[in-house]
């Protein structure tokens, strides 16, 4: 059950959000990232991230979401900016 909380499922494969997170948290502007299912009817899950800038930063969601796809397959990318929520505090 731990392993079934840990993924999203994406059409058939198990997409670790904690993969996608420590990508996220690897780019020098972004200060927080917390990554998590989003229901989508054709393929059952997608990811959703919701990323906070560091102070300063002006990264876009097209940036965030090209970032990632340089270093993942594409049934782990962030896709649509409607998937991508940024702020810029931690509010």
Same mark, same amino acid.
């Not at 420590?22 to 989003?38: F, G, K, Q, S, W």
């Not at 906070?52 to 930063?57: D, H, L, N, W």
């Not at 002006?58 to 979401?65: D, E, P, R």
């Given at each position: 059950?731990e392993l079934?909380l840990?993924?999203l499922l994406y059409? =058939? ?5 904690? *993969? &996608? *997170?420590h990508? &996220?948290?690897?780019n020098? *502007? ?7 299912p989003?229901?989508? *009817? ?8 919701f990323?906070v800038?560091?102070?300063g930063s ?5 940036q965030?979401?090209?970032y ?6 594409s049934?782990?990318?962030?896709s649509g900016?409607?998937?991508l929520?940024?702020d810029? =505090?931690?509010?």
């Amino acid at each position: 059950m731990e392993l079934f909380l840990r993924t999203l499922l994406y059409q =058939s494969y198990q997409v670790p959000p904690a *993969e &996608l *997170e420590h990508i &996220l948290h690897t780019n020098p *502007e972004i200060a927080d990232a917390a990554v998590v299912p989003y229901p989508d *009817e054709d393929v059952r899950q997608i990811p959703m991230a919701f990323v906070v800038r560091k102070p300063g930063s002006n990264i876009t969601a097209a940036q965030v979401m090209d970032y990632v796809a340089k270093q993942v397959c594409s049934k782990m990318q962030i896709s649509g900016e409607n998937k991508l929520s940024i702020d810029s =505090s931690f509010s």
